[in-house]
Antibody
């Protein structure tokens, strides 16, 4: 069955850096968009960044643009999020999520059919 | 597209019917709307995609309808395990957006 497992969450000081990882199994990883979605404590869902299967297309939310970088290693079935210049408002649980096959007429990454259990990132001095 | 969910909280008894609303600030292209369920301490789970299609393994107590700007998730015969926050999400326009969520409490 499909499994997504995040790691790398930690407590980091403002201005610091952190790299999240997500290992996927149970599907052909390189065929699908992958997305990072975050949820601040007690808040709703916010997409952060997504990447296509071949790493030719990436997109970022305005709130993280220029500070975060998404990447993937298909040989390792892994997704990454490099987070630099972290701020207190980046404190959240970060989920990786997979997408279904392309949907004609819809905007990628479409909807999210599988989610990881999340990694907690806390930015505080 | 801004998605507004209502009510903010719904408190119902087991066996009752829950009706959750998701209203879009403009028409959602081709009904590209999904619903997710998030139980406390867990990751969200896909319930519905394409406005009306249940995801694999989702009980038929969950149904959804709507098009354009108005969408509804209905949970019939509520069970205690349905206690969760439910989010709608549109993927017909860029950037993708989520609603703010509706919390369903079971009395």
């Amino acid at each position: 069955q499909v499994k997504l497992a995040e790691s790398g969450g930690d407590l980091v000081k403002p201005g610091g850096s952190l790299r999240l990882s997500c290992v996927a199994s149970g599907f052909t990883f390189n065929d699908y968009y992958m997305t990072w979605i975050r949820q601040a404590p007690g808040k709703g869902l916010e997409w952060v960044s997504y990447i296509d299967g071949r790493s030719t297309f990436t997109r970022y939310a305005d709130s993280v643009k220029g500070r975060f970088t998404i990447s993937r290693d298909n040989a390792k079935n892994s997704l990454y999020l490099q987070m630099n210049s972290l701020r207190a408002e980046d404190t959240a649980v970060y989920y990786c999520a997979s997408s279904p096959p392309p949907i004609f007429g819809a905007f990628p990454p479409y909807y999210f059919n599988y989610w990881g259990q999340g990694a907690l990132v806390t930015v505080s001095s | 597209i801004v998605l507004t969910q209502s009510p903010g909280t719904l408190s119902l008894s087991p066996g009752e019917r829950a009706t959750l609303s998701c209203r879009a600030s403009q028409s959602v292209t081709s009904s590209f709307l999904a619903w997710y369920q998030q139980k406390p301490g867990q990751a969200p789970r896909l319930l519905i995609h394409g406005a009306t299609s249940r995801a694999t393994g989702v009980p038929d107590r969950f149904s959804a309808s709507g098009s354009g700007t108005d969408f509804t998730l209905t949970i019939t015969r509520l069970e205690t395990e349905d206690s969760a926050v439910y989010y709608c999400h549109q993927y017909g326009s860029s950037p993708l957006t989520f609603g703010g969520g509706t919390k369903v409490e079971i009395k």
